[in-house]
T-cell receptor, first 113, second 109 residues
Framework: DAGVTQSPTHLIKTRGQQVTLRCSPK?????VSWYQQALGQGPQFIFQ???????QRGNFPDRFSGHQFPNYSSELNVNALLLGDSALYLC????????????FGPGTRLTVT | GQSLEQPSEVTAVEGAIVQINCTYQ??????LSWYQQHDGGAPTFLSY????GLEETGRFSSFLSRSDSYGYLLLQELQMKDSASYFC??????????FGKGTRLHILP
């Protein structure tokens, strides 16, 4: 049973560039949530996708956007990268649009220089 | 504002019992979840409480009191591998998922 997978593992970008991160949910899950985690902090909710629509959104600017595909996989796009966007980006999957029991992927470590 | 409060660090001895508390202030509440995260790893789901009371899963138990906006995670028979950060998380009425800042658990031999 495949768990949540994310790609790439690490990424280095320059300020102003754009980045796309990818996530495949755990088998049987249809809901994907994205989080940003700074070192020593808890995950910060970016948004959740269910039925190919953004259902909820945290306090992140419009530079952060996403997409969910019919196979439930998802992408997170960040435009006009800032130094402060450097963080671990986590994808979590769950079922039925809920977020009570989430399974996290290993994350993508994004460094903006 | 919405917030979850948990101690930043807790230290306990191997084989002992430790309790990690979490108080929350959110616009509505569906339930309280707990996650464990080892250094360099991803959070892993431990438990979820929607109703008041104690839920037990092996060495780990989680408690919720909705009237007190309070919950805790209880870890028994501590092992060195339990050294990690522990996060409480809630889903509010806007369906936003909010995590606490985490409690770093140090275990002494």
């Amino acid at each position: 049973d495949a768990g949540v997978t994310q790609s790439p593992t690490h990424l280095i970008k320059t300020r102003g560039q754009q980045v796309t991160l990818r996530c495949s949910p755990k088998s049987g899950h249809d809901t994907v949530s994205w989080y940003q985690q700074a070192l020593g902090q808890g995950p910060q909710f970016i948004f959740q996708y269910y039925e190919e629509e953004e259902r909820q959104r945290g306090n992140f600017p419009d530079r952060f956007s996403g997409h969910q595909f019919p196979n439930y996989s998802s992408e997170l796009n960040v435009n006009a990268l800032l130094l402060g966007d450097s963080a671990l980006y986590l994808c979590a999957s769950s079922s039925g649009g809920t977020g009570y029991e989430q399974y996290f992927g290993p994350g993508t470590r994004l460094t903006v220089t | 504002g919405q917030s979850l409060e948990q101690p930043s660090e807790v230290t306990a001895v191997e084989g002992a019992i430790v309790q990690i508390n979490c108080t929350y202030q959110t616009s509505g509440f569906y339930g309280l979840s707990w996650y464990q995260q080892h250094d360099g790893g991803a959070p892993t789901f431990l438990s979820y409480n929607a109703l008041d009371g104690l839920e037990e899963t092996g060495r780990f138990s989680s408690f919720l009191s909705r009237s007190d906006s309070y919950g805790y995670l209880l870890l028994q028979e501590l092992q060195m591998k339990d050294s990690a950060s522990y996060f409480c998380a809630v889903k509010d009425l806007d369906d936003k998922i909010i995590f606490g800042k985490g409690t770093r658990l140090h275990i002494l031999p």
